[in-house]
């Protein structure tokens, strides 16, 4: 099969599964995101279908801007639309982290913004064998080894990977017989990077039956595997989950007595489904809080703060985790909360309802734990608390978009 029919069939079944009328091309430079390029361009123009491109500069190296320069002029040269995101950096942490989130959120603002139906990522096969290692030697269980995804949907913006299956060599060789050229990002060959280091060893682990297809064959058997158990996650949370108020509730009994890996699974989605992120969180915190609170400690962990209270397992949002969040009055709050009312009011904001609470003296009847209550949505003014629909105090305000169970059942066979 050639490279151009690898890229169309991966593109045409994504059409299958929703419109790609105006796609997106996320293009560094390098071979991979050139050689998508080119590839992408021939298949728009043949089917149709707007082409649009973007290049982030992350301002790490002096090179970076005429490169991207260079992505430009080639993008002039087909006639695509090409963009330059720039990111000014300013941490303290993990650098190469920070850049990758960094890149996704302005690609998603970018995407947005161009109204684009998806945004195609230039990973390869390469790609797939040198995460699945890394990841291999973080300890990563099963959704950890799993294939890489090929059409997902994150930050509200759709994301592909057309050319998943193809293989760095097989591209760079696609664009020098075509007369394409790209950037070699120095950073590709500095051993202070864990890919690069992975990169290298690849040679040796070769040697021993462990090349990139038998590394990538193994990530696929992982995928199906997870999908297995996801599956069994999803069921078994329509017996013993609820969703209260944006919370997450399991019946602690059931709970105790599910397998392991169903139980670091439900309660790993539960706090991604609470805090609106789409991270797990590490397998050594996800365990030390389940252990701390099946004996009836409170833990907080990625935003949430869970419980155990009445043979009730509670995932809830934490109060100091928003606090500070803030939204207009008609826009989404916390990533999940949207309110509306028949005579909006001028100036007025979406917060958490936290020490306004002592303004809704019938929250109880909510039947809502008090943490929920706390960090449930609420219109505010200067002059102080309007409405807090979950508070029983709606105050001719009403919830148009919350979190339901529907939608946690969901994200558990979504990611």
């Given at each position: 099969?050639?490279?151009?029919?690898?890229?169309?069939?991966?593109?045409?079944?994504?059409?299958?599964?929703?419109?790609?009328?105006?796609?997106?091309?996320?293009?560094?430079?390098?071979?991979?995101?050139?050689?998508?390029?080119?590839?992408?361009?021939?298949?728009?123009?043949?089917?149709?279908?707007?082409?649009?491109?973007?290049?982030?500069?992350?301002?790490?190296?002096?090179?970076?801007?005429?490169?991207?320069?260079?992505?430009?002029?080639?993008?002039?040269?087909?006639?695509?639309?090409?963009?330059?995101?720039?990111?000014?950096?300013?941490?303290?942490?993990?650098?190469?982290?920070?850049?990758?989130?960094?890149?996704?959120?302005?690609?998603?603002?970018?995407?947005?913004?161009?109204?684009?139906?998806?945004?195609?990522?230039?990973?390869?096969?390469?790609?797939q064998a040198e995460t699945f290692l890394m990841r291999l030697a973080r300890g990563s269980g099963v959704d950890g080894l799993s294939q890489m995804r090929d059409d997902w949907v994150d930050?509200?913006?759709?994301?592909?990977?057309?050319?998943?299956?193809?293989?760095?060599?097989?591209?760079?060789?696609?664009?020098?017989?075509?007369?394409?050229?790209?950037?070699?990002?120095?950073?590709?060959?500095?051993?202070?990077?864990?890919?690069?280091?992975?990169?290298?060893?690849?040679?040796?682990?070769?040697?021993?039956?462990?090349?990139?297809?038998?590394?990538?064959?193994?990530?696929?058997?992982?995928?199906?595997?997870?999908?297995?158990?996801?599956?069994?996650?999803?069921?078994?949370?329509?017996?013993?989950?609820?969703?209260?108020?944006?919370?997450?509730?399991?019946?602690?009994?059931?709970?105790?007595?599910?397998?392991?890996?169903?139980?670091?699974?439900?309660?790993?989605?539960?706090?991604?489904?609470?805090?609106?992120?789409?991270?797990?969180?590490?397998?050594?915190?996800?365990?030390?809080?389940?252990?701390?609170v099946l004996s009836g400690t409170a833990r907080t962990l990625q935003g949430c703060l869970v419980t155990l209270h009445k043979d009730v397992i509670e995932v809830v949002r934490e109060y100091?985790?928003?606090?500070?969040?803030?939204?207009?009055?008609?826009?989404?709050?916390?990533?999940?909360?949207?309110?509306?009312?028949?005579q909006p009011i001028e100036n007025a904001w979406i917060a958490a309802l936290g020490q306004g609470i002592s303004d809704c003296p019938n929250w109880r009847a909510s039947g809502l734990s008090?943490?929920?209550?706390?960090?449930?949505?609420?219109?505010?003014?200067?002059?102080?608390?309007?409405?807090?629909?979950?508070?029983?105090?709606?105050?001719?305000?009403?919830?148009?978009?919350?979190?339901?169970?529907?939608?946690?059942?969901?994200?558990?066979?979504?990611?």
């Open positions: 099969m050639t490279l151009e029919k690898t890229l169309a069939d991966a593109l045409n079944r994504a059409r299958a599964r929703g419109p790609v009328l105006r796609l997106g091309v996320a293009v560094s430079g390098g071979s991979d995101s050139m050689a998508l390029l080119n590839m992408a361009h021939g298949w728009s123009a043949a089917q149709g279908v707007a082409l649009g491109a973007a290049t982030v500069d992350h301002g790490l190296r002096p090179e970076a801007e005429a490169e991207a320069r260079r992505v430009a002029d080639t993008c002039d040269r087909l006639g695509v639309p090409h963009d330059i995101l720039r990111w000014s950096p300013d941490i303290t942490g993990n650098l190469q982290h920070a850049a990758r989130h960094a890149r996704y959120d302005l690609l998603a603002g970018w995407s947005k913004a161009q109204a684009l139906d998806a945004v195609a990522l230039g990973h390869t096969a390469d790609d930050r509200g913006v759709r994301w592909l990977r057309p050319i998943l299956s193809a293989e760095r060599d097989a591209l760079r060789g696609w664009l020098q017989d075509r007369g394409h050229g790209w950037v070699d990002d120095p950073s590709n060959d500095d051993p202070r990077f864990d890919r690069v280091r992975v990169r290298q060893a690849m040679q040796d682990l070769a040697k021993l039956g462990l090349d990139r297809s038998r590394l990538v064959e193994t990530a696929r058997h992982m995928r199906e595997a997870r999908s297995a158990l996801s599956y069994f996650a999803h069921e078994t949370a329509v017996r013993i989950a609820r969703v209260e108020g944006g919370a997450v509730l399991f019946d602690a009994v059931a709970f105790r007595q599910l397998p392991a890996e169903t139980r670091h699974r439900l309660l790993a989605h539960a706090l991604m489904f609470v805090s609106s992120t789409v991270y797990r969180p590490r397998f050594d915190a996800l365990c030390a809080l389940e252990t701390d100091e985790a928003v606090h500070n969040q803030r939204a207009e009055s008609d826009a989404l709050w916390d990533g999940r909360w949207r309110l509306e009312s028949a008090r943490q929920t209550v706390l960090a449930s949505p609420a219109v505010w003014t200067k002059a102080g608390l309007i409405a807090a629909p979950l508070a029983e105090y709606a105050n001719g305000w009403s919830l148009s978009t919350a979190p339901e169970k529907e939608d946690f059942l969901l994200s558990i066979l979504s990611h």
